[in-house]
């Protein structure tokens, strides 16, 4: 597979990619019961934070049988959810299909199956009690305590996508809908998005046949969605968009570019194999000046970083959650100083 990562002559902009690639067939109905859920928390004073989660994927062929992969399992996504449902926000949780969820997260089928903490009661003849392993019972209690409550409180909305087309569609839709939640509403961008895509007039519609040898294809760069979501989207939304790198000396660089070119609130910068344990806050230092002449100097860098080894337990979206909540309401009372 070839591909010009730096060619401009195959990148679309927004607008032509919305004018040429068709909208995922369930759109409106996914549109309209967000349009409820934002109505309903408008009515009850919340503030909503949009968090997108998990890998998109490129399909090859119409009649899809390969496609390109991002890489996420979606624990940032679905672990920082719950941490905003109990900061007191309002979450849709937009997430590549089967990826992990807030509160399910906990039982994934690979890393804590949920059938190996089953017990059957020996002395029901019948076998029909099961019970809860008392090693686990605590935790289970605790997360099935919040989840009843969550969807009692209808806090909780899921959206779902499995393409990087589903996904641009989904989203800028999605941020339309919440721009009347004016200053109040939050974007979380953890969603690992594809840089590249095959427009739908050059997909092959059928299983690509391998009988030629080797596989050539050309992908067209995916618009840089960030900057019309910033500029005409959501024009008050607070927004976290995160860069991802597996070089470490890209990070910083690569975070500081992304924020500049946008002109959002914040970026954070993780590394592939760190994530788990540290991540670099990037915002800018001043908003008045312009986006295309700033320094490092102009950038507020913060590191948040947790001790494994100390606390195994311990979620560094915890920490995220809260320094973002910390900002979001700062800039909630900077829109009321006179
Ligand atoms: C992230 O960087 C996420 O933190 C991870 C989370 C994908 C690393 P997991 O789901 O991983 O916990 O397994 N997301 C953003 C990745 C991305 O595609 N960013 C774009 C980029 O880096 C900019 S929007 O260019």
């Keep these: 597979m070839s591909s010009s990562s730096e060619s401009s002559s ?3 902009s927004a607008e032509k990619y919305f004018a040429t690639q068709p909208p995922p ?6 549109v309209s019961r967000v349009r ?10 919340r503030k909503v934070v949009l968090v997108t989660s998990g ?11 390969r496609f390109l992969d991002n890489f996420s399992a979606g624990t940032r996504g679905a672990t920082s959810a719950e941490y905003f449902l109990k900061a007191g926000y309002a979450v849709i949780f937009m997430h590549r299909q089967f990826s992990l969820q807030p509160f399910s997260r906990h039982y994934s089928h690979s890393t804590h199956p949920f059938l190996d ?4 009661d020996p002395t029901d003849t019948d076998g029909h009690k099961i019970s809860v392993t008392r090693a686990e019972q605590a935790q289970l209690l605790n997360v099935l305590t919040t989840y009843k409550e969550v969807h009692q409180t209808g806090a909780l909305h899921t959206l779902t996508f499995v393409t990087v087309n589903d996904y641009l569609w989904m989203l800028r839709a999605v941020s339309k809908e919440l721009s009347i939640l004016g200053r109040n509403s939050l974007f979380y961008l953890a969603a690992a998005v594809s840089d590249f895509f095959l427009p739908r007039q050059k997909m092959s519609e059928h299983k690509i046949q391998s009988g030629k040898g080797s596989l050539h294809i050309e992908m067209d760069q995916v618009p840089k969605i960030l900057k019309p979501l910033v500029n005409e989207w959501t024009r008050e939304g607070f927004i976290v968009s995160f860069k991802l790198e597996t070089d470490p000396d890209l990070l910083t660089p690569k975070s500081r570019t992304a924020l500049s070119r946008y002109g959002h609130q914040v ?11 540290e991540v670099l806050f990037v915002s800018p230092a001043s908003s008045s ?11 507020v860098e913060t590191w948040i970083r947790i001790d494994l080894a100390k606390d195994p337990s311990k979620e560094i979206e915890e920490d995220i959650v809260a320094e973002l909540v910390k900002r979001h309401d700062a800039w909630i009372r900077e829109a009321k100083t006179p």
């Design 10 to 12: 195959n990148s679309f």
């Design 25 to 30: 067939s369930t759109l409106e109905q996914d």
């Design 36 to 45: 409820e859920f934002v109505d309903r928390q408008v009515a009850e004073g």
């Design 55 to 65: 890998g998109t994927t490129v399909p090859l062929e119409l009649n899809v049988v």
């Design 117 to 120: 903490f089953l017990d059957i």
């Design 267 to 277: 970026v954070i910068g993780n590394d592939l194999h760190r994530r788990k344990f």
């Design 289 to 299: 000046k312009p986006l295309d002449d700033q320094r490092p100097g102009d950038f």
